[in-house]
């Protein structure tokens, strides 16, 4: 399984971005997806994520500005970011867990300059 993450780069604070995660099999396989952000020195922490037959869970940090999205139909999941800030930035990481297994996606960079 692969996951590949897209839509990074460098904005200005109040901008918006929108990162997509294409999977090489079909996204409604998945119990859940999500997004994680890393920053050096810290764990990689969730910030959305989305969950088959449930509801969508977003960190403290980003709710109402953050919004986590799944199309079966094109195996993909996105992440739109408006509102940003400076402490929005770090690599961003698309997860998928099916069961027991998570599947990780190389990370895309989100820069937001104040």
């Known amino acids: 399984v692969q996951l590949q993450a897209s839509g990074g780069g460098l904005v200005q604070a109040g901008g918006s971005l929108r990162l997509s995660c294409a999977a090489s099999?079909?996204?409604?396989?998945?119990?859940?997806m999500g997004w994680y952000r890393q920053v050096p020195g810290k764990q990689r922490e969730v910030v959305a994520e989305?969950?088959?037959?449930?509801?969508?869970n977003y960190a403290d940090s980003v709710k109402g500005r953050f919004t986590i999205s799944k199309d079966n139909a094109k195996n993909a999941v996105y992440l739109q970011m408006n509102s940003l800030k400076p402490e929005d930035t770090g690599v961003y990481y698309c997860n998928g867990r099916s069961g027991v297994v998570a599947y990780w996606g190389k990370g895309t960079q989100v820069t937001v300059s104040s």
């Open positions: 989305i969950v088959r037959g449930g509801g969508n």
């Open positions: 099999m079909t996204v409604f396989s998945f119990n859940v």
